[in-house]
């Protein structure tokens, strides 16, 4: 079963950047998908980005679009969220999860990782 375990938040001022660290334990293959998401207070959990385990193929909410960058690193079972040009916006609880389908839907994604915080300031 895969297990997931974020890393890296924390605060930074607008316009800054800060890169999240996904660790992939548990039983990845080429099936395997991890996307990113997001929740802020009193917010609905968002879709921000999604990656093959592979690579091969990525997207990203239009929010983040040209802002952030997924990227895997398959020999250290590691996906990065490389985050720049942070806005007070992007402030919210960041996870990262698991699932074998292409999807923006945080429920077809029955893997989850316990989410890292953080916040913009202005």
């Known amino acids: 079963q895969v297990r997931l375990v974020e890393s890296g938040g924390g605060l930074v001022q607008a316009g800054g950047s800060l890169r999240l660290s996904c660790a992939v334990s548990?039983?990845?293959?080429?099936?395997?998908?991890i996307g990113w998401f997001r929740q802020a207070p009193e917010k609905e959990r968002e879709f921000a980005a999604r990656?093959?385990?592979?690579?091969?193929?990525?997207d990203y909410a239009d929010s983040v679009k040209g802002r952030f960058t997924v990227s895997t690193d398959n020999s250290k079972n590691m996906v990065y969220l490389q985050m720049n040009s942070l806005k007070p916006e992007d402030t919210a609880v960041y996870y990262c999860?698991?699932?074998?389908?292409?999807?923006?839907?945080?429920?077809?994604?029955?893997?989850w990782g316990q989410g890292t915080q953080v916040t913009v300031s202005s």
């Open positions: 999860a698991a699932t074998t389908a292409w999807s923006r839907d945080p429920g077809n994604y029955p893997t």
């Open positions: 548990g039983g990845t293959s080429s099936s395997v998908k």
């Open positions: 990656i093959f385990w592979n690579g091969r193929s990525t």
